[in-house]
């Protein structure tokens, strides 16, 4: 018989008879309630050292008058964030170098400055304010990005202190736009206003940011946080993929309140939010809020980056656990519990023309894939103050949507809004595409996204035509497939929840070089008319498409789907799940 020696780490003793290694213990998470502060990374150095709200008297007093080279690298590269601000890609660096350049080399010496905007809410004097800014300072660019905020480009750090000083004469800025902070609170782009809203959260979302956005006790988390609230059935504030949100729902007893779902998130590990199964009153939703961020802050991971969001925390404890802690540790008194929300049995996007509970009507309208521009903005205020309006929302969807017009301006609004390139008509591919940044700004980015996207919806519209049947001759239009197109890993388009969710990556062009493309996800998609919960995207192996043959590509599956879905009521993502490799190809 031959003796097999064993090693000590695994537990046994080898032929000398050498004692079994103690476990190792394992490295702390950084977690401050059970690590203690003790910074564990570079970002967490700095960020305790001076934090990122400090920078502004710097930027306003120091960097504004110095300019870019007098700017310190660690708030240029981390503190900056926390007021909005992020260094633009430079042009002509091509996707191959994104992953092997430092941030020095692909940065440029402009920003892109995020105009923070809770719940979409603009008055057309905002509107104006940002479209001015937009000509004045960022060379006309302006984006509305899919968590409602307005996103500017080309801005040199010697303007900031003057855009700061407008934004704020009339209640906007950019207070912690971006960084490990709270970011933008998402909100119903109907609040108030919808006949069918179960409660209006408006409250809710201005109690929040007035008591907590810029506070300092928050503004060191681990990473990121977002937070999404509804008091609308279409639950159209994308809450799945959200930290926190709370989505409104009637409680049998206590009447309208909310539901509570915590730890969504995307980026290159898709998690999507757990209900805690609590009922929140309306009176406790900023309470709740406070008790949810505070246990990201305090238990958080915050040694390794890439597990630093809440949604490893909260597939590490599960729903029980979270919400022990939460109701133990953090709030007053236990919450009831509470009745999940039903299916939605409209569109969340709200796209189209729909009667306010007032008697007049809200309009909601889609740019091209979120981008419009400072002149735009300008001419969309007046067409609303000339209708007899002053308010309009932008929405999770990169949509805008007017208030408040009578039934007698509707049609002239509409006609107005079409000449703005903002339909409320639109395609199916129009309004349901959505696109990042992309590689024309983002130094993240390895595709461009704007411009293939808005190439590929022209191309589809020609493909498509109002009125195209299905296989078997079936008179109905196309129903919207979502077509999300990303430029890189990280899921700002939200690609694992689309119909047809595109990942930008270089693929080989057959000449021994590289050419721009996607990998291809399918059939996911958020709680909507069409499905009753979320669920994330199927890859298959070797499933990529090129930039050039993006149009293609979406008429061959969609065209497959259309032959040989089981019946009219099967969606695409049914049908994507269930289908054959080949069929998907």
């Known amino acids: 018989m031959t003796e097999t020696a064993v090693s000590p780490r695994t537990g046994g003793a080898d032929a000398a008879g050498a004692r079994p290694a103690r476990p190792r213990a394992a490295k702390p998470n950084g977690q401050w309630k059970v690590d203690g502060t003790t910074p564990l990374n570079a970002n967490e150095v700095w960020k305790q050292e001076d934090g990122g709200l400090s920078v502004r008297e710097r930027i306003e007093t120091v960097y504004a008058q110095g300019g870019f080279d007098s700017i310190d690298s660690t708030d240029l590269h981390g503190r900056f964030r926390w007021w909005g601000l992020y260094t633009q890609r430079k042009p002509g660096i091509d996707g191959g170098k994104t992953a092997t350049l430092e941030p020095e080399e692909l940065e440029d010496r402009y920003f892109m400055m995020r105009v923070r905007i809770d719940g979409g809410a603009l008055t057309t004097e905002q509107l104006r304010v940002i479209g001015g800014i937009s ?16 996103q500017l480009h080309w801005v040199e750090i010697e303007s900031v202190p003057e855009i700061w000083r407008r934004l704020e004469a009339v209640g906007l800025h950019t207070t912690e736009a971006c960084g490990d902070v709270p970011r933008v609170i998402l909100g119903s782009p109907v609040a108030g206003i919808a006949a069918d809203e179960i409660l209006d959260p408006t409250p809710q979302i201005r109690e929040i940011a007035d008591r907590y956005i810029g506070d300092e006790s928050f503004a060191n988390l681990p990473r990121k946080y977002k937070t999404a609230i509804t008091g609308h059935p279409s639950q159209d504030v994308v809450h799945e993929i959200n930290d926190f949100a709370l989505i409104g729902v009637v409680h049998p007893e206590l009447g309208p309140g909310y539901d509570l779902w915590v730890g969504g998130g995307l980026s290159t590990s898709a998690h999507l939010a757990v209900r805690l199964g609590a009922f929140v009153e309306p009176s406790r939703a900023a309470e709740a809020w406070f008790g949810v961020t505070s246990i990201f802050r305090d ?46 049995t409209t569109p969340g996007d709200h796209v189209g023309v729909h009667r306010q509970k007032d008697g007049r009507f809200y309009i909601g309208a889609t740019p091209t894939v979120g981008r419009v521009s400072g002149e735009t903005l300008l001419k969309l205020a007046d067409l609303i103050e000339a209708h007899g309006s002053a308010r309009l929302r932008t929405t999770p969807h990169q949509k805008i949507v007017v208030l408040d017009v009578d039934q007698d301006r509707v049609d002239s609004l509409v006609a ?112 909507s008319d069409s499905r009753e919960e979320a669920g994330t995207g199927r890859t298959v192996r070797g499933l990529k498409v090129t930039t050039d043959d993006l149009p293609d590509y979406v008429e061959r599956v969609t065209r497959r789907f259309l032959a040989e879905r089981a019946d009219d009521n099967q969606t695409f993502a049914e049908w994507a799940h269930a289908a054959d490799e080949e069929a998907l190809q």
């Open 135 to 150: 000509r004045d300072f960022a060379r006309g660019t302006a984006d509305i990005t899919d968590r409602q905020n307005i």
């Open 299 to 344: 238990y958080g991971y915050r040694r390794l980056r890439n597990r630093a969001r809440l949604k490893y925390l909260v597939a590490d404890w599960g729903a029980e656990k979270f919400r022990h802690v939460l109701e133990t540790e953090y709030l007053d008194a236990p919450l009831p519990d509470g009745p999940a929300a039903v299916k939605p």
């Open 416 to 527: 107005g809004l079409e000449e703005l390139g903002l339909y409320a008509n639109p395609s199916p591919w129009r309004r349901s595409t959505i696109a990042c940044t992309g590689i024309e700004f983002c130094k993240l980015a390895i595709v461009d996204t704007k411009d293939t996207a808005t190439s590929a919806i022209a191309e589809l519209e020609k493909r498509f035509p109002a009125g195209t049947t299905d296989a078997g001759g079936a008179n109905e239009l196309l129903r919207p497939l979502t077509l999300h197109v990303n430029g890189c890993p990280n899921s700002c388009a939200r690609i694992q929840t689309a119909d047809i969710g595109l990942k930008g990556q270089l693929l080989p062009d057959g000449n021994g070089g590289q050419t721009p493309g996607f990998q291809v996800h399918l059939g996911g998609g958020l709680a």
